[in-house]
């Protein structure tokens, strides 16, 4: 059996620590765990591992954020894997720093990278983690508080965070959505 995970971010060294590009730092994280490196492929970087018994494909588009769809596509149909295996792994503005929360399904809630993968697959009906990054941020300050770096009390707590989303993404490998919400949601 085979999953697909996509940690979303944006490329380039400019956008390594930002808040938007938590999904790219969870993706590596379980990429280590699964000792599987990255290489560069295309529609981005590629992990391929194993995780009791099950293949994991782990993957970081290079298509920035608005595009996501197009890697997510092309990778589902290459290694012909179907929607219920695909995790997503995103920033979220309305969730309190850390919080974790997956979900079968969904809207974008204004994300831009899940829209394209919504617009691109036509379909909401695909799981989701969504790391929360609060709201902290003024009126019209939106794009440069998610394109923005870590504060030093996030930053303190930000492995930590890391590896449970990690832990959770792969327990959906392996125990499924319902069996992870109930385990890992809010927690």
């Known amino acids: ?9 944006n490329k380039g060294p400019e956008y390594e620590n930002t808040r938007h590009n938590i999904g790219f730092k969870v993706a590596d994280k379980i990429a280590e ?9 295309n529609f981005g970087w590629m992990a391929d591992g194993k995780y009791k018994g099950r293949r994991v494909l782990v993957l ?8 996501s769809g ?17 995790l997503i792994i995103t920033d979220d503005l309305a969730l309190p720093f850390g919080t974790l929360r997956m979900k079968g399904k969904g ?10 993968i919504n617009e691109i697959l036509q379909t909401q009906n695909y799981a989701r983690l969504r790391f929360g990054i609060s709201a902290d941020f003024s009126e019209g300050r939106q794009v440069d508080y998610v394109l923005g770096t870590w504060n030093e009390e996030e930053n303190a707590v930000l492995p930590e965070r890391i590896d449970k989303f990690s832990k959770a ?19």
Do not use: C
Request: avoid cysteine; charged fraction near 15%.
């Open 169 to 187: 993404s792969l327990s959906f490998v392996f125990a499924g959505i319902n069996n992870t919400m109930s385990s890992f949601n809010g927690k």
């Open 1 to 9: 059996m085979k999953y697909l995970i996509v940690g979303l971010g």
């Open 33 to 41: 765990t699964l000792e599987a490196p990255f290489k560069s492929t």
């Open 107 to 116: 809207s974008d809630a204004g994300h831009n990278g899940l829209k394209s």
């Open 70 to 86: 197009n890697a997510v596509r092309y990778w589902m149909q290459k290694e012909n894997i179907p929607l219920e295996n695909v």
């Open 60 to 67: 970081k588009p290079d298509t920035y954020m608005n595009l």
